[in-house]
């Protein structure tokens, strides 16, 4: 903080142009912000300032000016002097609790007052008694437009005599005049109705929903309250699914603002919080539990954990635990220069993390784009940025100010039981890390890896696995963790076995131990016997071997023994996934999925931008045939420049086509885009979410219409997704318009199951080989058999090795899978006989359940 002739600029008698000088409104000894016992104030929330804790019971004004906003519980005041700063009172911690009591105003809310006017007179023993802390609170409320360039230091200060903070407008600060505040409070109650309560990604929401609205909002939450800026503070209260939040308004448009708020934790989202849609993308793999934890820790020299990437590995144990980075306390220069750094830091940290995003994206890991980017919104969070200033401006350096910021929060989160605040916690240290390597400090320490190394860590951050030598990486364990924590997410989408919450034990295990690890059992072996090791690479090599016999015949048409032939494509998204599908020897694209274009950018995609992401692909697949689906947003996919209502269940909403009622726009230009690419033939378009003949016909119009425009004489095939029990049903109306149907397992699993696939807890039971689900297939390829269409299979079912037969069997003719996984499913199509398939098949839609299902099929067609 700058001095400047401390003397001469705290007399409240002397006027300097351009700065602002408030006296002290409470008579008592002076508290740095930082220490005040709340963390709202203490962290800077509600702006810059200073505490006193009061010995007489009476507020004077700091400063001429006009009563903005008086709370209606008498503890707090806020001033507007004639230039525009708002100076606000908050007298004791937690006194907005006493509805009053032992508070009487003195003034009125809009009445002008001259300082050292008496403005709130209160009853020091009665809120002594009932409050937290007597400790109250000045602080500049538009601190954006206003800074503090002196305060006063320890000692004694007189109200309405002693000089406390010297303000001066920054430069290029709007500021609204006191007539322009039109100040109230407004209260909202909110309940919390939808899985995962106020977590990341609708704290994130929420604070966005108030950029702009002149107004400042406050979360509350039993004891616990946070400033809507805050996503860590917003965390930090602990609101679960079900819990009743209070939200207070103040300001010209607080109505406005809580109202944007409310509407935003309304709106239910699958997965909220940054969870589940990266759960979706990567899900963790289903296990059951053991029946005890004794049983298994009573295997000497193994440690028992849960799977959160499957494999088998064997390798030496690397400790990959970083030695700490310790910045040093104190600040070599100036506070101005550390904050310089710190700005610079966090700047290039936001940067990367940007790059990461568009990188993920780029190969559609949305899951992982979904990590960094809810990694940018906590950098940039008040809660710490505040924090770490506040620390510089004791004389701390910034990396010192910024790790002690960052533990801070740690501690908060560390306070309420919910394990997914504990993966928040794990994403703070990852940017603690981040941001004092941007700072210059860095662990010396040689990294060098044997070639086959398990890392051992007691948890893995998103930015330790980016710069991981995946070539030499044969497993990851970790001592604490989650099989949904972004670690986990990130190595199951690069295929390192991992298994997590091995407990304290696995840091006494020594390194370079030759282990033996089995994710999928989570089992970790650190005294294998020869044997163990010999059965364990056995198996990786066989395993190999499998895939790359697979591999040598993968660009051969798949067919039964009997000569019945089934269509193996890929499901794609990205010109990366496209040239991987062709190299696995995919037959075609059975779904090439067009949301990336959509999202993670600030504007839709233009016609051109279209036709050119999709004509790159098409000539990748050197003449295979591609089917592209439309835009398919909604639920757990949004896009940030889509302003859509808020909805009860978005699964449910405005999904696929239906967006085109709401946004046109988007569908049209798409299509146009689509109907660009050369040559013709072979494009073909999917839509989704189509639930009756009305929506398809309206479609097949608009795309004739575009086609003619285009001057397109060639005929473009249409085909319809089937992912809800109408259009399934409904299959042979369908049929007689479309061109060709194709399956989506995943959303047809979950409507007719009427269990969110999102759900972790649900994912065991919404198992696509439910009979019902495949009575609705059988539905469905009966339905185009009588207009002579085939039907394909672009949901997770179509790579399943147990359901293969059995989709065969039902008449299913294209099979559509992720890239690395064409070659073992063409293997698995050419042991079959058709005519067995058929025979199985419909002796399993008669089963009871999915879980007898899979037996039957188990042991009629035994895995490899």
């Not at 009305?694 to 003619?708: P, Q, S």
């Not at 064409?822 to 399993?844: E, F, G, M, T, W």
């Amino acid at each position: 903080m700058e001095r400047i002739e401390e003397s001469r600029l705290m007399d409240p008698h002397t006027r300097v142009e351009g700065h602002i000088v408030l006296v002290s409104p409470l008579t008592g000894p002076v508290v740095p912000l930082a220490s005040v016992p709340d963390p709202v104030f203490s962290e800077g929330l509600f702006g810059d300032g200073i505490g006193v804790d009061p010995l007489v019971g009476r507020v004077v004004a700091p400063c001429d000016g006009i009563v903005v906003h008086l709370a209606r519980t008498g503890h707090a005041v806020t001033l507007q002097t004639a230039e525009g700063a708002q100076v606000l009172v908050h007298v004791g911690i937690d006194t907005v609790e006493l509805n009053g009591k032992g508070f009487t105003p003195k003034v009125a809310q809009g009445a002008q007052v001259r300082r050292g006017d008496t403005l709130i007179e209160f009853d020091l023993d009665v809120v002594a008694c009932n409050a937290p802390s007597l400790v109250s609170v000045v602080a500049i409320a538009n601190s954006d437009a206003f800074e503090v360039i002196e305060r006063a230091g320890a000692g004694h200060v007189e109200a309405g005599k002693s000089g406390l903070l010297v303000l001066r407008v920054r430069d290029g600060a709007v500021i609204n005049t006191a007539h322009e505040l039109v100040a109230n409070e407004v209260r909202r109650s909110v309940t919390l109705t939808h899985a995962g309560g106020l977590h990341a990604r609708p704290a994130a929401r929420a604070r966005e929903a108030v950029r702009g609205i002149d107004a400042r909002v406050e979360v509350r939450f039993g004891e616990r309250k946070s400033a809507i800026e805050s996503v860590v503070g917003l965390l930090s209260l602990g609101a679960g699914e079900g819990a009743v939040i209070e939200l207070v308004g103040i300001g010209r448009e607080a109505q406005r603002a809580v109202d944007a708020v409310a509407n935003e934790l309304l709106r239910e989202a699958p997965g909220e919080g940054g969870e589940a849609p990266a759960r979706q993308q990567s899900p963790a793999p289903v296990m059951q539990a053991p029946a005890t934890a004794v049983a298994l820790s009573a295997e000497p020299g193994v440690l028992a954990g849960v799977c959160a990437a499957p494999g088998v590995a064997v390798g030496k144990l690397v400790r990959w635990d970083e030695a700490e980075l310790a910045p040093p306390e104190l600040a070599s220069g100036s506070s101005a220069a550390e904050s310089r750094l710190l700005d610079k830091a966090i700047a290039a940290v936001d940067a990367e993390l940007n790059q990461s995003v568009r990188t993920a994206s780029q190969r559609g890991a949305i899951g992982e784009a979904g990590i960094f980017t809810m990694h940018r919104v906590l950098l940039e969070d008040p809660t710490l940025v505040d924090a770490a200033r506040d620390a510089i401006s004791l004389g701390k350096s910034a990396g010192y100010a910024w790790r002690e910021a960052i533990r801070a929060q740690i501690a908060v989160l560390g306070k309420v039981d919910d394990p997914l605040l504990a993966e928040r916690a794990a994403d703070l240290r990852d940017l603690e890390k981040r941001v004092l390597r941007a700072l210059g400090l860095s662990n010396t320490a040689a990294r060098s890896l044997p070639e086959e190394a398990v890392l051992a860590a007691d948890e893995f951050t998103p930015s330790d696995l980016a710069t991981l030598d995946r070539k030499r990486v044969m497993a990851l364990v970790m001592a604490r963790g989650g099989a949904t924590s972004h670690a986990a997410i990130i190595a199951r989408q690069a295929g390192i076995p991992a298994i997590v919450a091995l407990g304290d034990a696995l840091h006494s295990v020594p390194e370079g131990t030759e282990v033996v690890i089995d994710a999928l059992a989570g089992r970790f072996a650190y005294t294998p016997s020869a044997l163990d090791i010999e059965r364990a690479r056995s198996e990786k090599q066989r395993q190999a071997g499998v895939r790359e016999a697979n591999r040598r015949t993968s660009q051969e048409a798949a067919a039964t023994r009997d000569g019945h032939a089934v269509e193996v494509a890929a499901n794609i998204a990205t010109l990366e996934d496209a040239n991987t599908a062709v190299e696995n020897g995919a037959d075609a694209v059975g779904l090439l999925r067009t949301e990336l274009l959509f999202i993670h950018r600030q504007a839709a995609p233009t016609v051109e931008e279209h036709r050119q992401s999709y004509q790159a692909i098409t000539d990748a697949l050197a003449g295979r045939t591609a089917i592209i689906r439309t835009l398919d947003v909604g639920a757990d996919k949004e896009v940030d420049y889509l302003t859509l209502p808020p909805e009860p269940n978005p699964a449910l909403g405005l999904r696929g086509i239906r967006l085109a009622q709401v946004r046109p726009d988007l569908l049209d230009d798409q299509l146009r885009g689509l109907l660009a690419v050369k040559p013709a033939g072979k494009v073909r378009i999917l839509l989704p979410m189509v639930t009756d003949v009305g929506e398809l016909v309206r479609l097949r119009e608009r795309i004739d219409t575009f086609a003619r425009e285009a001057g397109r004489t060639e005929p473009i095939e249409v085909g319809v997704m089937i992912e809800v029990p109408s259009a399934a049903l409904l299959a042979d109306q369908l049929a007689r318009h479309a061109d060709f149907l194709s399956i989506g397992t995943n959303d047809l699993t979950q409507y007719t199951l009427a269990m969110d696939r999102c759900q972790p807890d649900l994912a065991a039971q919404a198992d696509g080989l439910h009979p019902a689900v495949l009575r609705l297939v059988a539905a469905a390829v009966e339905g185009a058999n009588k207009h002579g269409k085939w039907v394909g299979v672009c949901g997770a079912l179509a790579g399943d090795p147990l359901a293969v037969p059995l989709l065969v069997g039902l008449g299913v003719t294209e099979l559509s899978v992720d890239p690395v996984s064409v070659p073992s499913i063409k293997a698995r199509v050419r042991k079959l006989d058709y005519n067995d398939c058929r025979q199985r098949a419909q002796h399993a839609l008669a089963l009871e359940s999915a879980q007898a299902v899979r037996a039957a099929s188990r042991e009629s067609w035994p895995l490899d």
